[in-house]
């Protein structure tokens, strides 16, 4: 079985990142909490949930976690993912960032 970490890094990458989520587990029919939400009898989705762990880690009774890592210097991008559709998606763990921003680096 072929198994997929996603990184998300600064801005930019979060941002897309999210987008990516939002695609990835509408394709696969789970909800933002990460509940398989289609019908298993159903055979176009039983095939979906069969190949879920490509990029989703079970993480309890048919609920799944995404395989991703966030990183950015500073929380408040994080904050949006966090308070997106897909924000129960991730575990609180899975986000990395500073206390402080990137801006003005150069100067410090």
């Known amino acids: ?8 890094v600064g801005q930019c990458g979060n941002q897309i990142g999210n987008a990516f989520w939002a695609n990835v587990s509408g394709e ?15 055979p176009e989705h039983q095939l979906r949930l069969d ?6 880690k ?11 890592t966030l990183v950015d210097l500073e ?18 763990d899975n986000f990395l960032f500073g206390a402080s921003g990137a801006g003005n680096n150069w100067a410090k």
């Open 1 to 8: 079985m072929r198994e997929i970490l996603h990184l998300q």
């Open 28 to 42: 696969h029919v789970i909800d933002g909490d990460g509940k398989f939400t289609g019908d298993k009898s159903n």
């Open 51 to 56: 190949k879920v762990n490509v990029y989703f």
């Open 58 to 68: 079970e993480a309890g009774a048919n609920r799944y976690v995404p395989r991703a």
């Open 75 to 92: 929380p408040g991008t994080l904050d949006v993912i966090k308070a997106s559709p897909v924000g129960n998606l991730f575990r609180p």
